[in-house]
């Protein structure tokens, strides 16, 4: 059996977690390289790993799977670097963790014939504290047999649950994760924004119905989860919106923030009377009303 000597390069948020979950499922993990000698030195230290680095050229000889954690716009310059060490790649895997970024920005290891891979970890990552992501879905991107072999593997040591994906599929899943996670982490900064109350915090008043409308959308659909006065056709309420939000607007001397909040109200509510297509299969008198309302206000 192969024994993988691991080395990552890159030293933020997901090398972490990925490091924890690493020293936990048993595998060998050699050096940490990172730009900063500091950030290196601090992973290394975190995980008891035996050595650190800033410099690709000090990676030792016998490091056979390189796993770049670097941020999505560094991996090519990455490989392309890794390519031109002293070293024979033959046997030797390199994986990426980028959503986006395809395994071509891994050509010039494939060319000095090592395997090649991507695996995007579908969860947030949003500080360098240790998240578990057992049980989390991941993304095998691959055309190389030995690299496939070596993610299935990895993927059942750190519990994740894999599913392959092809290259031209990766930006639309990962645009899809950022509609789920990043857009709703910021729809629901606004939501907390328009809240003030003496006796209950924004957390209090908006969980419930949060969590309700999350559990609706896994347990029927988006389209069948939706509620509220774009679904039921309310023009009046969708006016008096409109007119809270104007007068806001008009009343502030730094309105930018709230002029950025009555376009996002606009545009989502456009979104929404799709989702009434979906939901109803056309959209009602009411709803054509509520539609030529929001164009005005974006003419």
């Not at 993988?4 to 990925?18: N, V």
């Not at 035996?50 to 941020?71: A, G, K, W």
């Not at 519990?159 to 629901?188: D, T």
């Not at 009343?251 to 009434?276: A, M, P, T």
Request: with cysteine.
């Amino acid at each position: 059996m192969v024994k993988y000597k691991i080395a990552i390069i890159g030293a933020g948020k997901i090398a972490y977690s990925l490091s924890s979950a690493l020293q936990k499922s048993g595998f060998d993990v050699q050096t940490i390289v990172s730009t900063k000698l500091s950030s290196a030195k601090l992973l290394a230290k975190q995980f008891s790993f035996p050595h650190y680095t800033n410099s690709l050229q000090r990676i030792s000889e016998d490091i056979n799977v390189f796993f770049l954690t670097v941020p999505d716009g560094e991996i090519k310059k990455t490989a392309d670097a890794l390519s031109r060490m002293k070293k024979e790649f033959k046997d030797t895997i390199c994986i990426h963790f980028s959503g986006v970024e395809t395994t071509d920005a891994l050509n010039s290891i494939l060319k000095k014939r090592g395997a090649t891979g991507s695996l995007h970890i579908i969860r947030p990552f949003p500080s360098k504290e240790v998240v578990d992501i057992n049980n989390s879905p991941a993304s095998i991107e691959t055309e190389n047999r030995q690299a496939k072999s070596f993610l299935l593997q990895l993927c059942r040591k750190l519990k994740l649950k894999p599913h392959r994906i092809s290259s031209e599929q990766k930006v639309f899943q990962h645009i899809a994760a950022v509609h789920s996670s990043n857009f709703l982490v910021g729809n629901l900064f606004n939501a907390f924004s328009l809240i003030s109350s003496e006796s209950n915090t924004p957390k209090d008043i908006l969980k419930k119905t949060t969590q309700s409308a999350l559990d609706n959308v896994f347990k029927l659909s988006p389209a069948k989860a939706l509620s509220g006065p774009i679904d039921r056709g309310d023009v009046h309420t969708i006016k008096k919106h409109l007119e809270a939000l104007d007068s806001e607007i008009r009343k502030s001397k730094s309105n930018k923030r709230l002029r950025l909040l009555r376009l996002n109200y606009i545009l989502q509510s456009h979104n929404l009377l799709e989702v009434v297509k979906a939901k109803y299969g056309k959209l009602n008198k009411n709803h054509r009303t509520i539609e030529k309302i929001l164009k005005s206000k974006l003419d």
